[in-house]
């Protein structure tokens, strides 16, 4: 299972745009790097999956560069309710009986300044 | 669709009681799993189900059993609690959990505190 690494907090002001970049050196060929949103107090919640180049959806965009050792979740134009716990995951783990589990880190912790 | 749902919200329990999380999930999803969360960390896998009648150990089993005796519920339940159980307990679900594009619907959670 591919290790990650991405910065444990962020501070940000509001309306601009934010990039957290998340290392995953050992990432495997048939891994997915999927991100997940975390609002305090709440379950995690799927934000974007991609596997490589940039994919773009209404919430954020992603950024895989050719050798898949990183990606970027960017988060256009922050406001206050963007203030969560982004974890990065990179692949599934194998749990047995043919099903796959997520693995997750400690995220990154956006805080967003008014 | 309700989503996935959780109860109770909160619980306090003292030291040795039993109980039941309860969890259910309205997507006809094959694939649900309970995970915890403590403060400052991740979420770490407790049980998990392929199916109805199929359920598996995930990474801190300890002290837990589950069932799925229908596709829809997934009840987490505390033998005997613990302090080190005090936690909080998110259930989840996915369509067939066998695909890594299979994206995991969370619950709201449950926050039980043992004394």
């Known amino acids: 299972l591919a290790k990650t690494t991405q910065p444990i907090s962020m501070d940000s002001y509001e309306g601009q745009e934010v990039n957290i970049t998340c290392s995953h050196n050992n990432i495997a060929t048939n891994d997915y790097i999927t991100w997940y949103q975390q609002f305090p107090s709440q379950g995690p919640r799927f934000i974007i999956q991609g596997y490589k180049t940039k994919v773009t959806n209404e919430v954020a965009s992603l950024f895989i560069p050719a050798d898949r050792k990183s990606s970027t979740l960017s988060l256009p134009r922050v406001s206050l309710s963007d203030t969560a716990v982004y974890y990065c995951?990179?692949?599934?783990?194998?749990?047995?009986?043919?099903?796959?589990?997520?693995?997750f880190g400690k995220g990154t912790k956006l805080s967003v300044i008014p | 669709n309700a989503g996935v749902t959780q109860t109770p919200k909160f619980q306090v329990l003292k030291t040795g009681q039993s109980m039941t999380l309860q969890c259910a999930q309205d997507m006809n999803h094959e694939y649900m799993s309970w995970y915890r969360q403590d403060p400052g960390m991740g979420l770490r896998l407790i049980h998990y189900s392929v199916g109805a009648g199929i359920t598996d150990q995930g990474e801190v089993p300890n002290g837990y059993n589950v069932s799925r005796s229908t596709t829809e519920d997934f009840p987490l339940r505390l033998l005997s609690a613990a302090p080190s159980q005090t936690s909080v307990y998110f259930c989840a679900s996915s369509r067939t959990g066998r695909l890594p594009t299979d994206t995991q619907y969370f619950g709201p959670g449950t926050r039980l505190t043992v004394l």
């Open positions: 995951l990179v692949g599934l783990a194998y749990s047995g009986a043919g099903s796959y589990q997520l693995t």
